[in-house]
Every structure is written in C-alpha cells, then in structure tokens.
C-alpha cells in the first residue's frame, strides 16, 4: 500500500523538477511512510510513498526494469503476483526482488497494455515506456485504489490524492460547483468527475495511455450480472465457501503482523472465521462502538471475538472525537459526507500499534443485496398500481402528525410519488429534493440525476439487480471503498476486502434473487454459509449499520461547532448555497423539532473543506 504521484509532458514541454515531486511525495507521506522516491527525465517525473507490506527490503521504488527501459510506481498489492512471476519464469524473465513490483514490470514487458487485465488485486500504477515515450496508467477492477488525472497543456499530471496535484505548478484551485448537487444528494462527488475542475478521477477496470500529448482510456473489465447462476441452492453454498476461502486466503499474504475490523455483523464476522480457520495464532480483531447504545455493537464483537477466540481490542469513541473532524476532511480530498469515516479512522487508530494491515468485511451489502434498502424498494414496487393512493394517504399523515414521524411519513409519501430511478435515489440520498432545491436553488434540481445515468431505460433484468449495480458503480466506488482507503492510509495501515475479491462479486450478481433476498432480509446465501462457523444468535440479529450519533452531537458541541462555522463571512458570502436555509435546519434540529443532522454534516464538512483546500473563492 503506497501513494503514487507523477506528471508527463505534452510534446515541447518538460516534466516539472524533483523539488516538485519530493513536494507532491510529502503531501502524502501518511500513505507510505516507510520508504519514497522519485524518478525524473525531461518528459515524466514519478514519485512514490511507500507502506512497505511484500518484500520488506527489495521493493523500493520508482523501480526499473534490469535494461532500464521501464518505470513504475505502483500502490496496492497484486495477490496473484507468485502464480504471474512463475509464469513469466518459464518466458526467460528473471527476477531480482520478492515484490509484486517487479512482477508487474515483467508482465509488461512480456504482455504490453494486456497485462493489466491478468492482475488480480487492488492497485493503482503508473509505468513509463522510455522507447516508447508513453505513459500507462491503470486502476484496479473496482476502483479500491484511488487515481486522480489533471489534464492541462503542459501535460498529465496524476496522484493517488487529490492533496498532492495542489503542489503542482500552474494547477488552478478552482471547484467545480456542478458537482455541488450530486454531493449534496448522496455526500460524495459521483465519478468519474471530481470536485476541481479539469481534473477527473480514471474509472475502475479502465488502463489509460498518454502518448504524443493525448490521452486514450480503455476498459478491460465490466462486471456482468448475465447469465445468471443456474445451479442448486448446495451448489450456489459450496462455490460461495470457495471462492471466499480463495479471497481471504490470497489476502493473508504479508510480511507483517495483520488483523481484521470486527464489527459484530455478518460480512466481518465472516471474514475473521475465515482468517481464523487458516491462521496458527489467534486473529488480532479491532472494534469500536458508542457511549449511546443504540450506535454500539461493541457486545456483539465481544461475542464474536470469545467464540471465535481472536485477540480482541475495543475503543468506546466519546462526543471529543468531533474534534477530529478537521483532520478527516484533509485526508479525504473531496467533500465527503459520510460519517461513519470517523469511526474508520478511529479503529484503524486503534489497530495501528499492533499491525499494518488489516482485513474488512466491506463489500458485503452490495454483493449479497444486504441494504433494508433494497427489501424496502421492492416492496414499495409491489403496490403497482396503488402507490398514487398509497402516497396521498401516507402525505396526509404526515402533515397531520408532529415531528420526526411525520417527517418520515413525508418521505415515504415522495418517494411514493416519484418515477423510477428517483424513487429508488431518494431512499439512498442524504437530502431530499425540496431541501436541494431550497439549499441550491434550480441547480438543486440536477440532484438526483447525477446518477441517472447508472440506469439504462433498456435494461430488462430484475429491479434487484439493477439497482445493486447501480450502487456497485457509484455507494460502493465513491463512498465505501474512498473511506476505507483514505482512512486506513490516514493511520498508515493497509485495509483489505475480501469480499470485494472480483471472483466473489462475479458469482454473488449472478444468483437469482431468491439466494439474496429471502424471508424479508437480505445476504441469504452469505447467512447459510456463515452458519458453519457462527451461532444463530449472532446472525440473527437485527443488521445495525456502522453510523455515529450525529443526530445528539448536533445538540451538542457539533452544534455549536456548526454555528460557529455557518456564522462565518466566508460561508455567507461563498456563492454556493442559501446560508438562511442552513440556519434554519440546523436551528430546527437543536430544538429538536426535525432531524437534520446528514445534510447539516454536509454543510460543514464542505465548508471546512473549503477552507483547507481553496485560496480564495469563486
């Protein structure tokens, strides 16, 4: 796991200079603190931040191919570097490290732009061509490892974060305030567009070759829900025990002490009972929960943990943890407004003195259709013909009833009244059309439909698996996997998903619905599975979600906090939004007579974001 940053010349022009790199490098030094480089010739200049987890002592980089014809700077980790290295073995190419580094040049050199398709793993790389005088640039399958691209006319500037293109010379800190209603619809920038303009983010299973001043981007992976899974419900349980044992087994491949998040649900619980059949040594497995009840699942960890007999450690995260907030917002690049990256950080915070990479259960909601998203949208499907009815009476209802039932009851009646794909949107959405509307004016209305285009008028397959893939292209990419990645980096450990190993998502979006959702819940199959190594008590429990109390921390110090910052020159004069809408929400919540607290966590995280991230404004 590393960062990797980078710039190569249009034609007539030069790479900027190593101070520029060593400058880019610094700004993410969090990323990989054990080891850097840089590398520069007149037309390219790359840099790297190394977090050394495979062949400790051999895999520094830039790193050259023994003739010196190729450059790479490489994060992540490709898990099926050993069966690749033998293979380019037996074509006369030898070795001089144990990296998966090295391998990827070998494969280059042997396979071209092909290569790229035979890695398995997560990763993001750069390689320059010297003869050729062109640079790849890759991503892996499903968007795990980050890259950002900045095209201006002196080049191609690149970097795992967005922090590091800032140090560029010339680079223009201009946001790009379209991008505004789609973050305040679902709390991210959607990809592949980013929050600066000019500069895109290169979309998962894509390899992209600039050469001669242009750039070319191509796909060499989509994932495909068709033809279906057609075996047996046995059948479908032994290839699910398989290829999860596969997964976790390719991840368990380190030269350092690793652990796993626990959080006591499903996917993680899995995940360590799987670490657990294979490992000699109990699993090291990091928890943290809540003062308030209702948002901690430290019990069920602790039950999972003794049955599981793991070395288990735990944090209880109190109101002060909001102080933390400034620092997330640096480290996640983009406005981002979902919260529960601050208990990401704080267990990777947590797990850090003990190891340096850990396993997830990430991945699990999507591949399984575990949302109660997903259950809830089907059934408001199967009223058919009666959702007009349905939606005037629960409106009414909600305009007669007080508070935060009617306001709940209001929702369910929009979505009710909306076409699809809005009334799916609006269940995933952070802000409602009318408070986009009355924050962003008529721009407010391009919410939602910033996705829109996940979902082909075409498409005939079943609801379920239109909107899993919708959310696998955009919850998944721009949300789960950017604060997994940016947080666990943020305390220099790697974080791995086995569950998002590409084999295991291929076969989960191929089985029928039924080995999904069954019985009202969703991960039906996954639950079967699970049931060998784990008792009924702890996957039968209600699925909790990994949220924070933000609704009591805004009626406390968050509150004040946000007061603070919405009382600023710079918040009421920036342009961007109705700073009177803000007052009102979040003086609604802190009396308690509405709930606000997503789209009040939006208001803020953007501003500070804004602070750190612009010189001035537009």
Known sequence: MCGIVGFAAAPGQAAPSPVVGEAMTAAILHRGPDDGGVYREEAVLLGMRRLAIIDLAGGHQPMQSADGRHVLVFNGEVYNFRRLRAELATLGHAFRTDSDSEVILAAYAAWGEAAVARLEGMFAFALWDRDRRQLLLARDRLGKKPLFLWESGQGIGFASELKSLLTLPGFPREIDASVLPGYFAFGYVPSPRSVFRNVRKLPPGHYAVFREGRIAETPYWTLESTPGFAGSEAEALEELHQRLAVA?????????????????????????????????????????????????????????????????????????????????????????????????????????????????????????????????????????????????????????????????????????????????????????????????????????????????????????????????????????????????????????????????????????????????????????????????????????????????????????????????????????????????????????????????????????????????RP
């Open 248 to 616: 976790v087994e390719d991840r368990l491949v380190s030269d350092v002490p690793f652990g796993a998040f626990l959080s006591g649900g499903l996917d993680s619980s899995v995940v360590v009972a799987l670490m657990a059949e294979r490992m000699a040594m109990p699993v090291r497995t990091f928890s943290i929960g809540f003062e308030e009840a209702r948002y901690s699942e430290l019990s069920d960890a602790r039950r999972v943990a003794r049955h599981l007999g793991t070395e288990h450690h735990e944090l209880v995260v109190r109101p002060e943890a909001t102080a933390l907030v400034e620092r997330l917002v640096w480290h996640l690049d983009e406005p981002f407004a979902d919260s529960s990256a601050l208990p990401t950080y704080l267990v990777a915070e947590l797990a850090r003195p003990h190891v340096k990479m850990v396993l997830s259960g990430d991945g699990g909601d999507e591949a399984f259709a575990g949302y109660e998203r997903y259950r809830k949208f089907l059934a408001l499907e199967r009223l058919g013909a009666a959702r007009p009815l349905a939606a005037r009476g629960f409106g009414l209802a909600g305009r007669l009833l007080p508070g935060q039932r009617g306001q709940r009851l209001r929702r369910l009646a929009e979505r009710l009244s909306e076409p699809f794909p809005d009334s799916y949107l609006s269940g995933v959405a952070l802000s409602r059309p009318a408070e986009l509307r009355a924050l962003l004016g008529a721009a407010g209305d391009e919410g939602y439909a910033a996705l829109h285009p996940l979902f082909r008028p075409e498409d005939r397959r079943p609801l379920l698996d239109r909107i899993v893939e919708a959310d696998i292209r955009s919850y998944l990419l721009d949300d789960i996997l950017v604060k997994l990645d940016r947080m666990t980096m943020a305390a220099s450990i790697e974080g791995r998903a086995p569950l998002l190993d590409h084999r295991v998502l291929e076969f989960a979006v191929r089985l029928p619905v039924s080995l999904r959702l069954r019985h009202g819940r969703g991960k039906y199959l996954l639950r079967q599975l699970a049931r060998r190594w784990l008792p009924s008590d702890i996957l039968d429990k209600p699925k909790q979600g990994f949220a924070i109390p933000l609704p009591e921390w805004f009626r406390g110090t968050l509150g004040a906090m946000a007061a603070d910052v919405f009382a600023s020159r710079a918040f009421r004069e920036c342009g961007w939004l109705d700073p009177g809408v803000a007052d009102r929400l979040l003086s609604a919540h802190r009396r308690g007579t509405a709930e606000h607290s997503e789209p009040l966590w939006q208001l803020l995280v953007l501003e500070l974001w804004a602070r750190r991230f612009l010189d001035g």
